[in-house]
């Protein structure tokens, strides 16, 4: 069931397009998240990036879109959000797509943040962002060790979690790899630039690591301790697990251009695991989906952005894709859990 919330004061612009009802004023999160936000539905910010016409995908999908609107938002979604002990988590939240997660997740809900990243207090961008929060909304933020390639580390996060909540609520598996094509074997532009050790470290982050995550995890997100009187009322409990995807990954719609091996099969064997796996969570109320964020001005895509994606408006702000991101995650249902969306809703064929 969905609950709409909309308010005048934060809708801009609203453009309907495609038939998907999409809306301008997506969740440009201010740099210094509050909790003074009204937490009663997703927090939506206004913003003047105006996004690109609905992409067009090759192949079937086997799963609906997802109709965003403006602020629709599932009663499990709602649930998750309102509930102050509610556990987050998401790795490589260093900088970037993750760490901008970390400030949406600390405006959209009242939960707690575990920001996983490489090495604690090695990552600039997020110490200056905690350091400007109010003293509550530090608080409700825990930064932790992980290398999603380290089983062992990965053990130590789920032992950390048991012991300090005893439940997640979203995963959030962000961390991932490219490369530059300077300063690394990839992404390789025709076979003879295989390079074995590259393809083993693209599988090992941006496969293997996730689905490592989400299996060890499993059981924290099945569990439900200390659940608040807003859950047990509406009856809202399931959990998430969001993967960050890739339109490359589709075999579908891979009708030719860049090769990016490493990348392309790294990711499409991320989807095969979100699609498995999704089977297998469904049963214990847990929904899992695979994201794909378009082209996005990252430390990771700006190797490949040009002058004139950017003067098309191809190249989205971080904000703007992570609030859209979000969106989608609000507005999903039991019955799209284990697919691939976009930015803006649509599913994506396999």
């Not at 970390?102 to 809900?109: A, C, D, G, W, Y």
């Not at 997020?126 to 062992?152: C, F, I, M, Y």
């Not at 979100?274 to 109320?285: F, I």
Request: proline share 5%; net charge positive; hydrophobic share 35%.
């Amino acid at each position: 069931m969905f609950r709409c919330y909309a308010s005048a004061a934060r809708v801009a612009k609203v453009c309907n397009q495609n038939k998907l009802l999409r809306t301008a004023c997506v969740s440009s999160a201010p740099p210094l998240p509050s909790s003074n936000v009204t937490q009663s539905s997703r927090s939506s910010f206004s913003t003047s990036y105006q996004p690109p016409p609905n992409n067009t995908y090759h192949g079937t999908p086997v799963y609906n879109d997802i109709d965003i609107g403006i602020n629709k938002i599932t009663d499990a979604a709602a649930a998750r959000n309102n509930d102050a002990d509610a556990v987050f988590v998401v790795t490589g939240a260093s900088r970037s797509m993750g760490l901008e997660f970390v400030k949406q997740l600390l405006t959209r809900t009242k939960g707690r943040i575990v920001a996983c990243i490489l090495r604690p207090g090695s990552s600039p961008a997020l110490d200056d962002a905690l350091g400007q929060l109010s003293r509550d909304d530090r608080a409700r933020v825990h930064v932790t060790p992980l290398d999603v390639t380290n089983e062992e580390q990965i053990v130590q996060l789920r032992d950390e979690l048991q012991s300090m909540y005893g439940r997640v609520d979203g995963l959030f598996n962000v961390a991932g790899v490219l490369g530059d094509k300077t300063t690394t074997p990839g992404p390789e532009m025709n076979l003879s630039q295989l390079d074995q050790t590259w393809l083993q470290n693209q599988f090992a982050v941006n496969a293997i690591g996730p689905l490592m995550i989400t299996s060890k995890l499993t059981p924290l997100l099945k569990a439900r301790k200390g659940r608040n009187k807003y859950l047990r009322e509406t009856g809202s409990k399931e959990s998430v697990v969001v993967n960050l995807s890739a339109r490359v990954a589709s075999m579908s719609d891979n009708t030719g251009g860049l090769a990016w091996y490493s990348y392309r099969m790294s990711k499409a064997a991320l989807n095969q695991g979100v699609r498995t796996s999704s089977h297998e969570l469904r049963r214990q109320g847990t929904w899992t989906i695979a994201l794909y964020p378009g082209m996005t001005d990252t430390d990771m895509s700006q190797p490949f952005q040009s002058k004139t994606m950017k003067e098309k408006g191809l190249v989205f702000p971080v904000s703007f894709t992570v609030g859209r991101l979000l969106d989608v995650v609000d507005a999903m249902e039991e019955e799209q859990s284990g697919g691939m969306y976009d930015w803006a809703g649509q599913c994506i064929a396999y």
